[in-house]
């Protein structure tokens, strides 16, 4: 039996009970059926998955009353209590770590290779917070010269995170976890396009000795669940992840009740190649911070900028190298790149070979459609670009890169940070004070130089412009769900304003 034959037949039994039942929410520790359901189909080979449970307003209004009738006992509970339980949640997640990355595969057409990784960074997220929780609401004395003055932090209240279907397990757990360290209880709307995992880890979650109602799921669709979620006075704060227009949604309904929000949102993020670069290195970052995952990430390395003088050379080897990227089943070891999400983000990716066309640039490798079953399409690299091409400013989100050249330093600054957004940027140089004057003046949350994207879980994470608003990681993510509070304590008797005495 091959790996591929081996890998379909381990997630038929796993796909078995979602068959069966489809997808519930699960609301103050309930499965709820939910009055209406939606189909989930796989973008592997367009076949149905299961029915899901469509959330309803009266079904998020259920889920907020939930968690706010949880929050003072959560937010009370011990802080090693609730750093117990988030480690025996991250402990499930790896017992469980093959039939998350195989549902994950099926359901969001992200390859194998990369799916078992994202499932145990996934418990490392809850690993990390775990241990972070005892020292959440720790504060700061700050003396003058009248008064004791004392901060500490306090968990905000119910939360509402809405996650994207782009490696939807990693990004709930990293989402989710920082919030029940810092005492906060949960209310989450995944996305209509990848449901199956988020119900695995909400379960997981349960099983791990979480109370009822301190982490909520609904599913549905934005307009109507995720839209409910954000205009709910019960909860107080939205962390997001999703397209930069879907936050500016957000933003405005959640004005009527003050929401407080994080938005991790999207990129057109540059990889800048100098002549003096390792560029055999460059090469295979370039490569790997595109075409993995799909090209469906949000750090993804879409606009590939190239001095003048190796932009022929570097071409030439990148073309031959994304002609040779392995196209195929997720769940076969050897893929490299899957099916795109749904048919509708297929439309919208392929349509981008049109634009290439029309606007002038050359289809140096790709640009087409893989078979008429599922959502494949070709990996695909467009050359001979100007910057301000739609290939080169708009978020195609997919394994599509738009190669740019530039004379010198100050030209490839410009066209860095020639475009709305502002997520991540990635510098290949041998010269070091080029490498730190040109990562101080890109406009971008993250930089690596001579380096691709490595996750490492202190540091922070998120955008500048309309990549985002807010970081995520270390103690950021507790500056979100957490409020500050600060009390003064007079030391002695200070002399106090006397009015009308
Ligand atoms: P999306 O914005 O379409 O949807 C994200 C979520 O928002 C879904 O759950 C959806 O149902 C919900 N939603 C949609 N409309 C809503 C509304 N009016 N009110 C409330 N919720 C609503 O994004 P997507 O297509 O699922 O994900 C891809 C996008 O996510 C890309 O732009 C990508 O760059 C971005 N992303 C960013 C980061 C980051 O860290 N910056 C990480 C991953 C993905």
């Known amino acids: 039996m091959s790996d591929l034959e081996a890998?379909?037949?381990?997630?038929?039994?796993?796909?078995?009970?979602?068959?069966?039942?489809g997808i519930?929410?699960?609301?103050?520790?309930?499965?709820?059926?939910?009055?209406?359901?939606?189909?989930?189909?796989?973008?592997?080979?367009?076949?149905?998955?299961?029915?899901?449970?469509?959330?309803?307003a009266g079904d998020v209004d259920?889920?907020?009353?939930?968690?706010?009738?949880?929050?003072?006992?959560?937010?009370?509970?011990?802080?090693?209590?609730?750093?117990?339980?988030?480690?025996r949640i991250a402990d499930l997640i790896v017992e469980r770590a093959e039939e998350i990355a195989l549902c994950e595969c099926w359901d969001t057409g992200q390859a194998i290779r990369f799916m078992s990784k994202a499932a145990l960074r996934g418990a490392e997220n809850f690993r990390f917070f775990a241990d972070k929780a005892p020292s959440a609401r720790d504060g700061q004395n700050l003396q003058s010269t009248t008064l004791m003055n004392v901060t500490t932090r306090k968990p905000i209240g119910p939360v509402g995170v809405i996650t994207p279907w782009n490696t939807p397990f990693m990004l709930s757990t990293w989402k989710i976890a920082p919030a029940l360290a810092?005492?906060?209880?949960?209310?989450?709307?995944?996305?209509?396009?990848?449901?199956?995992?988020?119900?695995?880890?909400?379960?997981?979650?349960?099983?791990?000795?979480?109370?009822?109602?301190?982490?909520?799921?609904?599913?549905g669709f934005g307009e109507d669940a995720g839209r409910a979620l954000t205009e709910h006075p019960a909860i107080k704060a939205i962390a997001f992840v999703g397209e930069s227009r879907t936050g500016s949604m957000i933003m405005k309904q959640g004005a009527d009740t003050l929401k407080r929000v994080h938005f991790e949102l999207g990129g057109k993020n540059p990889i800048v190649v100098f002549e003096d670069a390792d560029l055999e290195r460059a090469l295979d970052a370039a490569i790997f911070m595109i075409y993995s995952l799909n090209g469906e990430r949000c750090t993804s390395s879409s606009r590939l900028l190239l001095q003048d003088g190796m932009a022929d050379g570097f071409l030439k080897k990148l073309t031959a190298r994304v002609n040779s990227i392995q196209v195929g089943n997720p769940l076969d070891p050897e893929t490299e790149v899957g099916p795109l999400i749904h048919p509708e983000h297929l439309q919208k990716v392929v349509s981008y070979f049109d634009v290439a066309k029309q606007d002038g640039a050359t289809i140096m490798a790709g640009g087409e459609r893989?078979?008429?079953?599922?959502?494949?399409?070709?990996?695909?690299?467009?050359?001979?670009?100007?910057?301000?091409?739609?290939?080169?400013?708009?978020?195609?989100?997919?394994?599509?890169?738009?190669?740019?050249?530039?004379?010198?330093?100050?030209?490839?600054?410009?066209?860095?940070n020639g475009t709305q957004y502002?997520?991540?940027?990635?510098?290949?140089?041998?010269?070091?004070?080029?490498?730190?004057?040109?990562?101080?003046?890109?406009?971008?949350?993250?930089?690596?130089?001579?380096?691709?994207?490595?996750?490492?879980?202190?540091?922070?994470?998120?955008?500048?412009?309309?990549?985002?608003?807010?970081?995520?990681?270390?103690?950021?993510?507790?500056?979100?769900?957490?409020?500050q509070k600060h009390v003064g304590f007079a030391t002695g008797l200070h002399k106090i304003p006397r009015l009308g005495a």
């Open 182 to 219: 810092a005492g906060c209880t949960v209310v989450h709307k995944p996305a209509e396009f990848s449901p199956l995992t988020a119900r695995i880890l909400c379960e997981i979650a349960h099983e791990a000795g979480l109370p009822p109602g301190v982490w909520n799921l609904v599913n």
């Open 422 to 483: 502002g997520l991540t940027g990635y510098i290949w140089t041998n010269d070091l004070t080029r490498a730190l004057r040109f990562s101080d003046q890109l406009e971008a949350g993250m930089i690596w130089v001579n380096s691709e994207n490595v996750r490492h879980l202190p540091t922070p994470f998120g955008g500048v412009k309309a990549s985002g608003i807010g970081r995520d990681g270390g103690d950021w993510s507790f500056e979100f769900y957490m409020e």
């Open 62 to 87: 259920a889920a907020a009353k939930a968690a706010a009738a949880a929050f003072p006992a959560w937010r009370d509970t011990p802080a090693l209590e609730r750093r117990n339980i988030l480690h």
């Open 24 to 56: 519930r929410n699960l609301i103050d520790g309930q499965d709820v059926a939910g009055t209406t359901s939606f189909e989930t189909t796989s973008p592997v080979d367009d076949s149905l998955i299961c029915s899901v449970a469509r959330g309803t």
């Open 370 to 416: 893989v078979g008429d079953v599922g959502c494949y399409v070709r990996p695909t690299l467009f050359a001979d670009a100007s910057p301000n091409m739609r290939i080169a400013q708009e978020e195609i989100f997919g394994p599509v890169l738009t190669a740019i050249r530039f004379k010198d330093e100050a030209e490839a600054l410009e066209i860095a």
């Open 7 to 21: 890998n379909t037949a381990k997630l038929d039994g796993y796909l078995d009970r979602f068959t069966k039942v």
